[in-house]
């Protein structure tokens, strides 16, 4: 019996059978490792176009950084060149024209302007006066409120008429 065995096990038949065993274990395997291959691929694709899609990202976060930059400096020199350009208008108006009437109008316009408004405010105030029947018709916490506003009022305007008129004085330094 065993010889029979054995003469089944190595005859052509069962040498058929366990090439195809073999064949098909073979192309199996193949079909596993290149299943296991193309997933690998396909995950390293994955892991580019990531890859990929964060550097475009960053090159545009980039480009933007960049063109704010820009725009800040074209705004900083737009601001320079206009702080150049209000510096020589004031330096040149500050310069005497030579003619002795037309110097004298530029230094008697702030008086002027200054009596003017006084006198404006002074005919309104008149003429307020008169339509609201004068102080005795108010009630005391309007006079109040009126007074504190009036009051802090020329305050302010002396306070800005006095540093204008310091602040825009010549310097002694040309």
Do not use: C
Request: glycine share 8%; aromatic share 6%.
């Amino acid at each position: 019996m065993l010889a029979e065995i054995g003469a089944v096990l190595t005859s052509g038949g069962f040498g058929a059978i366990t090439g195809l065993i073999g064949g098909l274990t073979q192309k199996w395997m193949t079909i596993k490792s290149q299943k296991l291959d193309n997933e690998h691929r396909l995950n390293m694709a994955r892991v580019d176009l990531a890859e990929s899609k964060l550097e475009r990202e960053h090159a545009k976060d980039m480009a933007d950084a960049n063109l704010e930059q820009t725009m800040t400096e074209g705004d900083i020199a737009r601001d320079v060149a206009d702080a150049g350009a209000l510096s020589s208008s004031i330096v040149m108006a500050a310069k005497d024209s030579g003619v002795g009437w037309v110097e004298g109008v530029k230094h008697m316009m702030r008086p002027v302007i200054t009596i003017l408004l006084i006198l404006q405010t002074e005919w309104l105030l008149y003429i307020l006066w008169g339509k609201l029947g004068g102080l005795e018709a108010m009630d005391a916490t309007v006079l109040l409120e009126l007074f504190t506003h009036i009051i802090k009022q020329v305050v302010f305007l002396t306070v800005t008429a006095v540093s204008w008129w310091f602040a825009s004085r010549p310097s002694r330094n040309k």
